[in-house]
Nanobody, 125 residues
Framework: QVQLVESGGGLVQAGGSLRLSCVASGRIFRINAMGWYRQAPGRQRELVAVITSGGSTSYAESVKGRVTISTDMAKNTAYLQMNSLKPEDTAVYYC???????????????????WGQGTQVTVSS
């Protein structure tokens, strides 16, 4: 019913920049929040950044000052601008969204948590 599709990953040298995009499509009534997580080999998935529909943001300490999350809610799209990339930023980056998928005529919300398929970011030293 709902799909999240990420794009923008790739190989970049240390100090470089990448901009990730995540587009949500399907039966979407409202998006409460969108976020980016990452998972490096042998490590648990961790939060990178999250943004609410009201524009509040939160970042992992490891990326503060280097990463900016933003959204275009009219396009159901989230972005992650990553600057000054480091080799330790290498990971698969996943988009996450909390979406109200209520049916037409339904009064109350039906919230689900969705994940994208991930996009690889590799930072060479």
């Amino acid at each position: 019913q709902v799909q999240l599709v990420e794009s923008g990953g790739g190989l970049v040298q240390a100090g470089g920049s990448l901009r990730l995009s995540c587009v949500a499509s399907g039966r979407i009534f409202r998006i409460n929040a969108m976020g980016w997580y990452r998972q490096a080999p042998g490590r648990q998935r961790e939060l990178v950044a999250v943004i609410t529909s009201g524009g509040s943001t939160s970042y992992a300490e490891s990326v503060k000052g280097r990463v900016t999350i933003s959204t275009d809610m009219a396009k159901n799209t989230a972005y992650l601008q990553m600057n000054s990339l480091k080799p330790e930023d290498t990971a698969v980056y996943y988009c996450n969204a909390q979406i109200d998928v209520r049916a037409s005529g339904q009064l109350g919300p039906t919230w689900y948590n969705y994940w994208g398929q991930g996009t690889q970011v590799t930072v060479s030293s």
